[in-house]
């Protein structure tokens, strides 16, 4: 990935700034959505998904999110939002809790944007026993693949979020970029935060939803929002750049499902997610 003028470390990186939670009272977090991690026209859902999983972390007496299910239910906007959690089952090994963001509108009424139920555990504690048939993606080195700079064309709407992240994409799957999709529903790419601050368990809850969707590889562009996104973190990541691949087998009835894959530089398959978005409306 591209070097860092000062490299960022865990705690001390614009990603930590920006998942800031505030305790209220107890499970409850005042929260600043940043517009730095807004996409045309709202807040990524990924960035949220970690937003609440730092709540969650915060409330449950296991520190790291294992499975994370998110129904996101009214698009979140940037400006001040309320994280309501609520400890559901605690045990020797896991814990689960809920959690709901809230926002207001100019009249003052609460709206929820999003509802989460997730199950945390203490990764460091799981055994080393790995029996797979899953493999890394294929995707060529960082030096050929291709970034914004590459001349990919602009989203309409807000595309802060790529000026906080550091996406390399599989020239295969780069297709709509120059107005040849190639209709296989597919994404691949190296993975890595601006600057340059190394991934952990939560920062995994935004990478899974950080490429671009594979709507555009089937000809499809505009906002494809997040109906329900479920996310399994199977492991600590390694230092260095993620592997991401995502991909889509079925666009019908206006819906299609999103399958992720992170990888990490140990070959490791961290972070598995399946997500439910509306396909976007253009041709």
Same mark, same amino acid.
Request: net charge negative.
């Given at each position: 990935m591209a070097e860092a003028a000062t490299q960022a470390t865990?705690?001390?990186?614009?990603f930590d700034r920006d998942t800031a939670i505030t305790r209220r009272a107890d499970g409850v977090y005042d929260v600043e959505l940043s517009a730095g991690w807004t996409i045309i026209h709202a807040v990524n859902g990924g960035y949220l998904l970690a937003l609440m999983g730092r709540a969650l972390g915060d409330a449950l007496p296991h520190p790291d999110p294992?499975?994370?299910?998110?129904?996101?239910?009214?698009?979140?906007?940037?400006?001040?939002?309320?994280?309501?959690?609520?400890?559901?089952?605690t045990g020797r090994t896991l814990s689960t809790g809920q959690a709901s963001l809230f926002q207001y509108e100019?009249?003052?009424?609460?709206?929820?944007?999003?509802r989460v139920l997730a199950t945390y555990g203490d990764l460091d504690s799981l055994p080393d026993d790995v029996r797979?048939?899953?493999?890394?993606?294929?995707?060529?080195?960082l030096e050929q693949c291709l970034g914004p700079a &590459?001349?990919?064309? %602009?989203?309409?709407?807000?595309? @802060?979020?790529?000026?906080? !992240?550091?996406?390399?994409?599989?020239?295969?799957?780069?297709?709509?970029?120059?107005?040849a999709p190639s209709g296989k529903g597919e994404m691949r790419g190296w993975f890595g935060l601006a600057d340059g601050r190394d991934a952990d368990p939560l920062s995994l809850l935004l990478t899974v939803d950080a490429l671009p969707p594979t709507s555009f590889?089937?000809?499809?562009?505009?906002?494809?929002?997040?109906v329900e996104l479920t996310t399994h973190?199977?492991?600590?990541?390694?230092?260095?750049?993620?592997?991401?691949?995502?991909?889509?087998?079925?666009?019908?009835?206006?819906f299609l499902?999103?399958?992720? &894959?992170?990888?990490? %530089?140990?070959?490791?398959?961290? @972070?598995?997610?399946?997500? !439910?978005?509306?396909?976007p409306r253009g041709q």
């Open positions: 865990v705690g001390n990186s614009e294992f499975s994370v299910s998110a129904h996101y239910l009214t698009a979140s906007q940037p400006g001040p939002a309320v994280i309501r959690t609520q400890t559901v089952r100019e009249d003052g009424t609460e709206v929820e944007r999003i797979t048939a899953a493999v890394p993606p294929a995707i060529p080195p &590459d001349g990919q064309p %602009s989203i309409p709407g807000s595309s @802060a979020i790529t000026e906080r !992240l550091d996406i390399k994409l599989d020239p295969a799957t780069v297709g709509w970029a120059i107005g590889e089937l000809g499809l562009s505009g906002w494809t929002p997040t973190i199977r492991c600590r990541p390694a230092p260095g750049p993620l592997r991401v691949s995502i991909t889509t087998r079925n666009l019908a009835g206006g499902e999103e399958d992720a &894959d992170v990888w990490d %530089s140990a070959d490791r398959l961290v @972070a598995q997610s399946r997500q !439910l978005a509306k396909a």
